[in-house]
């Protein structure tokens, strides 16, 4: 089974409509993130958690929010879903300190 | 303004050479670099970590280098095989595990 697992791997919706994306470790990692992932732009950080209770915006956070309501289990909202959000979005984990980020195989979203 | 360069261009090489990879930066001073692998429809995997005091790093047939003054790193495949095309990704951390990736660049090995 993977480590990090995310859900839907693909999902098509329409402008406006409400989109949850879940992602769920079983690394034991205190932290984790969402990226999204647009052609040539490489991976931008969307939000991330050190902990349970600790919640942080990224680069590029308007128009997302997020839950972290386990320590396995750190999911990605999308309250009003505009077509320029259609991107690849990956969550990942890490240990922390200088440790790697281990990656989900991301869900391809596409906002008609 | 903070930036992360890779060739977004592809990099096209023969089995059995040496594949190298830029991966130049403005604006950081960052603790380390790290160089993940992403093959399509599926999440970045790591490879390497190299530190500010390091100059190279080696693993198998890959071999990192950093160099802070020029603000370069280059990631080098020796004995490239078809199995080596990949997108690669750089991505520098100032401090505390928060990565700024570079756009990657996709390499093309072929037999």
């Known amino acids: 089974d993977a480590d990090v697992t995310q859900t839907p791997r693909n999902r098509i919706t329409k402008t406006g409509k409400r989109i949850m994306l879940e992602c769920s470790q079983t690394?034991?990692?205190?932290?984790m993130y969402w990226y999204r992932q647009d052609p040539g732009l490489g991976l931008r950080l969307i939000y991330y958690s050190f902990d349970v209770k600790d919640i942080n915006k990224g680069e590029i956070s308007d128009g997302y929010s997020v839950s972290r309501q386990a320590q396995a289990k750190f999911s990605l909202s999308l309250e009003s879903a505009i077509p320029n959000q259609t991107a690849l979005y990956f969550c990942a984990t890490s240990a922390g300190g200088s440790q790697p980020q281990h990656f989900g195989d991301g869900t391809r979203l596409s906002i008609l | 303004s903070q930036k992360i360069e890779q060739n977004s261009e592809a990099l096209n090489i023969q089995e059995g050479k040496t594949a190298t990879l830029t991966c130049n930066y403005t604006?950081?001073?960052?603790?380390?670099l790290q160089w993940y692998r992403q093959d399509p429809g599926r999440g970045p995997v790591f490879l390497l970590l190299i530190r500010e005091n390091e100059k190279e790093k080696r693993k198998e047939r890959l071999k990192v280098t950093f160099d802070t003054t020029l603000k370069q790193s280059l990631f080098h495949i020796t004995a490239s095989q078809p199995a080596d095309s990949a997108t690669y990704l750089c991505?520098?951390?100032?401090?505390?595990?928060?990565?700024?990736f570079g756009g990657g660049t996709r390499l093309m090995v072929k037999p």
């Open positions: 604006n950081y001073s960052p603790a380390y």
């Open positions: 690394k034991g990692h205190d932290r």
């Open positions: 991505a520098l951390d100032n401090a505390g595990n928060m990565l700024t």
